[in-house]
């Protein structure tokens, strides 16, 4: 079977992004706060606070929406090979238990115990994959059926919980300082931890061994955003049918996108649902799953159909090792970042003044990175669940 390079391509600017933020450039922006070029990177650097979307709040939306879109192929390819149903279905229970325990160790690095949250990247997507992986099997009206359904509930689960009062002691329940983004009227069900997903947590996450009592998460992510996750996932599985099914899937992606991103900001404005990453509220799910259709259909006609792919390399690299990528990522940015002061001196990162220490010392970070999976890469060396 063909592989096709799009995915490669867009998976790995979505990792690229990831690596970047070793790069600490929204820190570096606050030191420009009269330049509107920093202020326009050190936005897109980072998460928006609340509500909205910057570059970085698609990095894991991309990452579900492409995990569906790759499972119709992994499926495909295995069933081609003989795999039957069975084999298949084990192969993706174990991938959707790693992927959980993956997200877990990721938040307890630099911790003395393990910190079990399952609000990370990896950890949403593998609570999503056994259904995901189900649908594949499934026709359009199922999959669509899901979708909804799971979008619906999750607002639902939100909308009929009580409206909560502000916290008489913020700094108590991991509320961020100076917070002035929570909602008046019907959106304040969707205030930061307090929130039907805050209330779940803080009876999930102190079944669990701690060092403290869980109160709430600083970002506010909560353990049931994978109830619209799944449809994120769901989008990618549709996007990946198309692309699979169609010898010119462009049109489709764009028109799915356009009406994703249509809905999601006739919820937002109607005062129906707020688009809010942290919460992964039903219309942020449409929303970024929507820019991810776009996305996909940009770098499908330049990669795939125009055939335009030199410039793509370096993020073919990535794409094709993501799970490397994402893993080193994380694990080695402390080591890297103590490794390059211990041995080069912190001199050397601040030639270009004292705010640039940390974008130098994290783009050394990131090449080091780049240059092992390269290297991995040049040796078929790929780590795959």
């Not at 919820?267 to 942020?284: D, E």
């Not at 055939?307 to 994402?326: C, D, E, H, K, T």
């Amino acid at each position: 079977m063909t592989r096709l390079s799009s995915l490669d391509v867009y998976r790995g600017m979505v990792m690229f992004l990831v690596g970047m933020r070793l790069m600490e450039l929204d820190e570096a922006a606050l030191q420009f706060p009269d330049s509107a070029i920093w202020q326009f990177i050190g936005f897109h650097s980072s998460h928006v606070p609340w509500v909205g979307c910057s570059l970085n709040d698609l990095i894991h939306p991309s990452f579900a929406f492409l995990t569906g879109t790759a499972l119709v192929f992994s499926v495909s390819s295995r069933i081609s090979k003989g795999q039957s149903k069975r084999s298949l279905t084990l192969h993706a229970l174990w991938r959707s238990i790693a992927l959980i325990f993956l997200g877990i160790y990721i938040r307890s690095l630099d911790r003395s115990i393990t910190n079990w949250t399952f609000d990370e990247t990896l950890t949403q997507t593998g609570l999503g994959y056994m259904l995901v992986f189900a649908l594949a099997f499934c026709g359009t009206k199922t999959r669509w059926f899901w979708c909804i359904f799971l979008l619906v509930a999750h607002w639902l689960i939100f909308a009929l919980h009580p409206i909560l009062p502000a916290h008489a002691d913020p700094d108590a329940f991991n509320v961020p300082e100076n917070w002035n983004h929570d909602f008046s009227g019907f959106f304040a069900h969707w205030n930061h931890n307090r929130n039907a997903g805050w209330s779940f947590d803080l009876w999930l996450l102190n079944l669990f061994p701690r060092l403290s009592p869980y109160v709430g998460y600083l970002g506010g992510y909560t353990t049931i955003n994978v109830l619209s996750t799944i449809p994120t996932m769901i989008l990618g599985l549709m996007a990946g049918t198309w692309l699979k099914r169609f010898a010119q899937p462009t049109k489709c992606l764009v028109i799915a996108g356009s009406s994703s991103i249509a809905i999601s900001l006739a919820l937002h404005f109607g005062v129906i649902c707020p688009i809010i990453k942290h919460l992964w509220t039903p219309s942020w799910a449409l929303f970024s799953g929507g820019c991810s259709f776009l996305i996909l259909a940009a770098i499908h006609y330049i990669v795939d159909i125009r055939q335009w792919q030199r410039w793509s390399f370096p993020f073919v690299v990535i794409g094709m090792n993501s799970l490397a990528f994402y893993l080193m990522r994380h694990a080695l940015e402390t080591p890297l970042a103590r490794f390059f002061k211990q041995h080069l001196g912190k001199e050397v990162f601040q030639i270009l003044g004292r705010p640039f220490q940390p974008v130098l010392i994290g783009a050394c970070s990131l090449l080091t990175i780049w240059l092992v999976v390269y290297w991995m890469h040049r040796r078929k060396l790929y780590l795959k669940l």
